[in-house]
């Protein structure tokens, strides 16, 4: 089983920047792939980032590429999102999530653990 605890959620102005962590524990980090995904209110939670188990590869969400960056440290067990010039429509939790087969993806059906979420609000 593994466990995922996200941190650095707040409130920021627009404009503004947040890094949010996500620490892992319960099955070795490297062999698991990472995503990011969010979901707003009565919306479909929704694909942002992901990067393989190597770390090698990378998926974006066209609604953050260019503004978002997915990293992980697989010494620390923990993986990032870095959100730059944050919208207010950025404004959902954030979760964080493993796939336990270390792919790549941005099906939300090939996410196997998930974090228990992280408030972003982004003002106007």
């Known amino acids: 089983q593994v466990q995922l605890v996200e941190s650095g959620g707040g409130l920021v102005q627009a404009g503004g920047s947040l890094r949010l962590s996500c620490a892992a524990s319960g099955r070795t980090f490297s062999t698991l792939g990472m995503g990011w995904f969010r979901q707003a209110p009565g919306k479909e939670r929704e694909f942002l980032a992901s990067?393989?188990?190597?770390?090698?590869?990378?998926y974006y969400a066209d609604s953050v590429k260019g503004r978002f960056t997915i990293s992980r440290d697989n010494a620390k067990n923990t993986v990032y999102l870095q959100m730059n010039s944050l919208k207010p429509e950025d404004t959902a939790v954030y979760y964080c999530a493993a796939n336990g087969r270390g792919g790549n993806s941005y099906y939300l059906s090939d996410y196997d653990y998930w974090g228990q979420g992280t408030q972003v609000t982004v003002s106007s």
């Open positions: 990067r393989s188990r190597s770390g090698g590869n990378t």
